[in-house]
């Protein structure tokens, strides 16, 4: 029996590369409002996210219990294949002692049969525990497999998770400047300081910026001077803001990035865990 788990049992790194591709392929519905509800009420990405999320953790532990019932079933079969062997050599040797004895009563002597049973209860003990390590292997290596596909599932979720929110987010503030404006002097009110401010923002918002810059400048302090300019660096709803105590980066891009880098750190740290408290 091999000790190898079948790696038909395990989601693949290309399986979820595949994934991955279609999830790209995939368009983003158009009818998304502000909240992500579609013209009929429903929330069609909160509800597609959720679906996608569910199949992949329900096929997750499905494979898992399936690795786990078969290591059982692996371990279960080199037990009986342990015992069927140790009762094929103890009937051998059995014929043996029957002509060793009777050679030795022959002889008129039975050290030799004396010396074959230590030696038979010797390989006996090594046959047993090879079996054992056998068995405990294949269930430890079962365990390992379910922790792996668990965590390749979660980062795959995160990532997914944080491609849909950007181009939700994306679509939704290049349609909606009031929105972007919202966002910018929530921003802009994080710098209550006197001198000059600027305000970097997309190309395409600058001139809807520029025409309510009398609005931004309300979140500023009133010695503070504001100049709005563009920035090819910067995409629709996100902005950069710079002064002489520093800057403050709050594009979309960026923001998202640092929330999936935590969440990607929360799922590796949840898979230390699990290999931690997994073992047997």
């Known amino acids: 029996m091999s000790n190898l788990i079948k790696s038909s049992h395990v989601v693949s790194l290309e399986d ?49 219990r399936q690795i786990l019932e078969q290591a059982k079933a692996d371990a279960a079969e080199v037990r009986v294949n342990a015992e069927q062997e140790i009762e094929e050599w103890w009937r051998l040797r059995r014929e043996e002692d029957a002509q060793h004895r009777e050679e030795s009563n022959r002889q ?40 792996a596909i668990i965590m390749e599932g979660e980062s795959f979720l995160v990532e997914l998770s944080c491609s849909i929110a950007e181009k939700i987010l994306d679509r939704k503030l290049a349609k909606s400047p009031e929105m972007a404006m919202k966002l910018f002097e929530k921003a802009l009110s994080r710098r209550r300081e006197q001198g000059v401010i600027v305000l970097c923002v997309a190309p395409s918002q600058f001139a809807y910026m520029q025409a309510a810059k009398d609005e931004l400048i309300v979140s ?37 990035e640092a929330i999936r880098e935590q969440l990607l750190k929360l799922a590796a740290h949840r898979g230390e865990e699990g290999d931690r408290n997994a073992a047997p």
């Open 16 to 64: 979820l590369k595949r994934l991955e591709l279609i999830r790209r392929s995939a368009p983003i519905p158009q009818n998304i409002s502000e909240f992500g509800v579609d013209n009929e009420g429903n929330q069609a990405i909160d509800v597609e996210t959720q679906s996608l999320k569910d199949r992949i953790i329900a096929d997750a532990e499905q494979t898992a």
């Open 108 to 147: 008129g002597h039975d050290e030799g049969y004396s010396a074959g049973s230590a030696q038979a209860e010797e390989d006996l003990g090594r046959l047993w525990e090879s079996r054992l390590q056998e068995a405990q292997s294949t269930v430890e290596q079962a365990y390992i497999a379910k922790e």
């Open 220 to 256: 500023l302090d009133a010695q503070a001077e504001l100049q709005i300019v563009p920035d090819s660096s910067v995409k629709d709803g996100g902005c950069i803001i710079r002064s002489a105590f520093g800057s403050i980066d709050a594009r979309i891009d960026t923001q998202l």
